[in-house]
């Protein structure tokens, strides 16, 4: 499942991979990039007296070499003692958090919900309409995710013969190292 918010309205998309890609076991090519932990939170209260809403925690983190900003959020799962509904219940809290943060700051991202439900990429962007004409491709987070859709056949044309998709979106699309931060 995928979510664009170019425009700050936040709407889901369901998608088959087997229609996408003519095999349902198929992954995004971002669900390939090569991924570095941030840190990993138990969501536990420093004080035992605390009552705890989460048995499992959630790890946080970034993709590397891929095109377009990315943050990834995952359950930190291995204790024994998490259930399936403890770690969806602790992913959901936590990217919540995050997108409601780019809602109330008002910055457009694009999501896509892999491996079942348990691992989010987050990806803030820069507006559809700061961008300027040399994106020649739709940025829906299919396109961001690694299955491109062009505007036009031309621009088919021209990607597939020199342009490179993944300058375009490093350039025109993904936030830069200031935004990022």
Known sequence: MGADCAINNLHFHLVDTETIF??????????EAEKQLFFSSN???????????????VRF????NWPIRCMLLSPELGSGKETLDDA???LTH?????INHMIETNMPHNI???????TMYIMPRKFDLLLDES?????????LSGF???KTEQAFDEATSGNPIAETLAQHVSLDAEEWE
């Open 61 to 64: 983190g970034e993709l590397l």
């Open 88 to 90: 969806q219940e602790a």
């Open 112 to 118: 896509l919900i892999a491996d079942e439900g348990m």
């Open 22 to 31: 003519g095999n349902p076991e198929a992954q995004f090519p971002i669900e």
């Open 43 to 57: 969501l536990q209260h420093l004080d035992k007296s605390e009552l705890n809403m989460y048995n499992c925690g």
């Open 94 to 98: 936590a990217a919540g958090v995050v």
């Open 148 to 150: 491109t859709k062009f």
């Open 135 to 143: 994106v020649n491709f739709y940025t829906s987070f299919e396109s």
